[in-house]
T-cell receptor, first 117, second 112 residues
Framework: GAVVSQHPSWVICKSGTSVKIECRSLDFQATTMFWYRQFPKQSLMLMATSNEGSKATYEQGVEKDKFLINHASLTLSTLTVTSAHPEDSSFYIC?????????????FGPGTRLLVL | KQEVTQIPAALSVPEGENLVLNCSFTDSAIYNLQWFRQDPGKGLTSLLLIQSSQREQTSGRLNASLDKSSGRSTLYIAASQPGDSATYLCAVKHGTGNQFYFGTGTSLTVIP
């Protein structure tokens, strides 16, 4: 089946720094990628929808200037957490949409755990 | 806005028992529903996908049903094993290429 990778798998950073997370579709082209966030003991919440070659669409309450999303190619989307704070510590998961896979059109990455000190 | 709820939030059963996890959603105009498994600190593993026109799907010891009109789905796990211990998430989509709306999850522990 289709594979989606994320890098890094985990990252620890100091408060105030920026962190970039990559999401790659390894064997298919993804016209749309989604970024989710999961806080401890909570479910996944959509942060933004990333479309190749256009601006991302952010969900209500998600600061677009803090969570920068770039989808420059059909196989790569990046999420940059700018000026990270401890409350940004979370598990970030991306999914990639493959138009040609019928009903099961989204594949999830393994996630990136971010800890901001 | 779609809201997905899962009951119970946590479940602990002895090995060998059959069990049912419940998922309900408020907007029945879904495209499909999917059940996932998430191990601690890990990503998602897709278990079963049910299209809106289907009533159930089976894979091994797992059986998922869908009653779209009432906004409900169940995941039945037969002869549970300790390796089944994980958090189970249900999620619905409203169209191909669209986002998932995830449920709150059920944390399952199967005791040897």
């Amino acid at each position: 089946g289709a594979v989606v990778s994320q890098h890094p798998s985990w990252v620890i950073c100091k408060s105030g720094t920026s962190v970039k997370i990559e999401c790659r579709s390894l064997d298919f082209q993804a016209t749309t990628m989604f970024w989710y966030r999961q806080f401890p003991k909570q479910s996944l919440m959509l942060m933004a929808t990333s479309n190749e070659g256009s601006k991302a669409t952010y969900e209500q309450g998600v600061e677009k200037d803090k969570f920068l999303i770039n989808h420059a190619s059909l196989t790569l989307s990046t999420l940059t957490v700018t000026s990270a704070h401890p409350e940004d510590s979370s598990f970030y998961i991306c999914s990639a949409h493959s138009p040609g896979q019928g009903g099961k059109t989204q594949y999830f990455g393994p996630g990136t755990r971010l800890l901001v000190l | 806005k779609q809201e997905v709820t899962q009951i119970p939030a946590a479940l602990s059963v002895p090995e060998g028992e059959n069990l049912v996890l419940n998922c309900s959603f408020t907007d029945s105009a879904i495209y499909n529903l999917q059940w996932f498994r998430q191990d601690p600190g890990k990503g998602l593993t897709s278990l079963l996908l049910i299209q809106s026109s289907q009533r159930e799907q089976t894979s091994g010891r797992l059986n998922a049903s869908l009653d779209k009109s009432s906004g409900r789905s169940t995941l039945y796990i037969a002869a549970s094993q300790p390796g089944d211990s994980a958090t189970y998430l249900c999620a619905v989509k409203h169209g191909t290429g669209n986002q998932f709306y995830f449920g709150t999850g059920t944390s399952l522990t199967v005791i040897p």
